[in-house]
């Protein structure tokens, strides 16, 4: 005979398919083929031979690893046009998450139940930021998934000393740190929680061997890459970088990052917000106050369940304190996006904390409805902006396709030029500012008007021997700055004349044609 599912197994099988079906339309998605400013980075790397890709991405912000995944994705494709080396890289990016999927019915269902994986699976795909980056040509879906195996892994070794797990947990971790650095910081949180873990669970002295034979091989894995690398990126940083510094509000961000739908106005939106951190608090108070009460008297195995949730929000606690302190202490580095490659674990946390309370129906039945709802409406919000942003892209390629191959493009915003130059290989130039340099090197098209100091005047030349020399000229004009432009053109007797206005990702942009008035 038989045995009936319980109510919990349903309910996780059906979290589980829906996510396979969110997972499905990121797929979808991937056939879209625009791209944003560091996607365009991804794709330009990716097409380097493997010795420039690296001495490359050893000028930019982070590590190789993911870019030579992206370069093997695109191999299938070297001789296609762009859009399917796009098409190719979003799937790479997507891989990630379906691997992650079936980690957690392997592994995640046998340590922790059919409910804890199919809601793990269902938070992956669906909570606030989550799907976004499963169709974003960026690292942090492979991050995510070196370190929630990660993790996962050295749970298990707690339970079996095995080498395949020691060999698997070093893979993971070294993997992580060649993915991005802030993957690297927890990877070392990972191996911080297992060495508590072992010494609470009095297991140190027949752990310890492989435990520092497994660190030695990341850290002698990774010196190669830290030494002749990280310290001229890290310059790189402090000379000129973007991010903002930190402050008190910055841990009130990464709580709105983490937890902020974005199916919903802001008011309404701040108000769910609140409401979720509040409930993810609560949750992780009570476990904590049913293991206190429980005490040495409760199962081994099931203590260590809590003991597991708790490590995996400690790992995302710190890289966030790292990433503050670091960026008080040295330059900001911190950015709410560098949270990713731990969120896994993290979600995987409130899961397992969920699912140790089954018995509760009455509790944790709201619980998973209030669950479902964020991460229904979370995806339909995802899923209505990537249908624009494709329907956007088809109008923006056939804007482009009245454009000749020898034809100029002017700019006056240096990552609209980046990102439309992928798409059409005219020679640029970029009014005001200057094309960043690994961008100039990677689409060699790329140009700026007027080199050394520029002038308003030196410019305003340049075109008009440009259209001297009888070339056909266009204008990419995006922002407000654009129209300051216009009129100063006008006032040389340059016209330009507005053809369409359209949008690639996330950039908007007008496109003119420009003449002698």
């Not at 996510?19 to 791209?35: A, E, K, N, R, T």
């Not at 890709?53 to 070297?78: E, M, Q, S």
């Not at 060699?444 to 030196?458: A, I, K, R």
Request: proline share 3%.
């Amino acid at each position: 005979m038989k045995q009936r599912l319980k109510w919990d197994e349903i309910i996780g099988f059906l979290f589980f398919l829906i996510s396979i079906g969110m997972l499905g339309f990121s797929v979808y998605f991937c056939f879209s083929s625009d791209i944003w400013y560091d996607e365009l980075f991804t794709m330009g790397l990716a097409n380097q031979s493997c010795g420039e890709l690296i001495l490359k991405t050893a000028r930019d912000v982070h590590p190789p690893l993911y870019y030579l995944i992206v370069k093997l994705f695109l191999t299938g494709v070297r001789s296609g046009s762009p859009l399917s080396q796009v098409v190719a890289a979003k799937l790479a990016s997507c891989l990630p998450f379906f691997l992650c999927i079936l980690f957690s019915v392997y592994k995640i269902r046998k340590n922790f139940g059919m409910l804890t994986a199919g809601l793990f699976s269902f938070l992956l795909i669906s909570m606030p930021q989550m799907a976004d980056y499963t169709v974003e040509i960026r690292m942090y879906g492979y991050a995510l998934l070196f370190i929630t195996v990660g993790m996962v892994t050295a749970y298990e070794l707690l339970k079996e000393n095995r080498t395949s797990g020691w060999l698997l947990l070093t893979i993971c971790a070294l993997c992580a740190c060649y993915t991005h650095y802030f993957a690297c910081v927890a990877a070392c949180m990972i191996y911080l929680w297992l060495f508590v873990s072992m010494c609470y669970g009095k297991k140190l002295k027949q752990m310890i061997k492989p435990y520092l034979f497994s660190s030695m091989i990341c850290v002698l894995g990774y010196l190669p890459w830290l030494l002749a690398v990280v310290t001229k990126q890290a310059s790189q940083v402090k000379e000129n970088y973007w991010i903002q510094p930190v402050s008190l509000r910055t841990l009130a961000g990464c709580v709105k990052f983490i937890f902020m739908p974005g199916f919903a106005g802001e008011k309404v939106s701040m108000a769910v917000a609140c409401i979720f951190f509040a409930l993810y608090v609560l949750t992780v108070t009570y476990s904590l106050f049913i293991l206190w009460e429980r005490g040495q008297t409760g199962e081994e195995e099931e203590n260590g369940k809590y003991l597991f949730a708790y490590g995996g929000i400690l790992v995302l606690a710190g890289v966030v304190l790292f990433g503050m302190v670091a960026s008080i202490l040295v330059k900001p580095i911190f950015v709410y996006r560098y949270m990713l490659p731990a969120m896994g674990v993290f979600w995987l946390s409130f899961a397992i904390l969920v699912g140790l309370e089954k018995k509760k129906k009455a509790a944790v039945i709201p619980v998973l409805l209030f669950l479902g709802v964020i991460g229904i409406g979370n995806f339909r919000s995802f899923y209505g902006e990537e249908m624009w942003k494709k329907l956007q892209m088809e109008k923006a390629l056939s804007e482009l396709s009245r454009i000749e191959s020898e034809d100029i493009i002017l700019y006056n915003f240096d990552q609209t030029q980046g990102v439309a130059s992928y798409y059409l290989s005219n020679e640029t130039y970029l009014w005001y500012g200057k094309t960043e340099e690994l961008i100039r090197e990677m689409f060699p098209y790329n140009h700026t008007l007027v080199e050394g100091d520029f002038s308003d005047e030196e410019g305003i030349i340049r075109i008009k021997e440009l259209l001297k020399e009888g070339r056909t000229l266009w204008f990419f004009g995006s922002g407000n700055a654009r129209e300051e432009i216009l009129e100063k053109w006008r006032a040389e007797k340059i016209d330009a004349e507005e053809v369409a206005s359209v949008m690639i990702e996330r950039y908007w942009f007008n496109i003119y044609r420009i003449t002698v008035g």
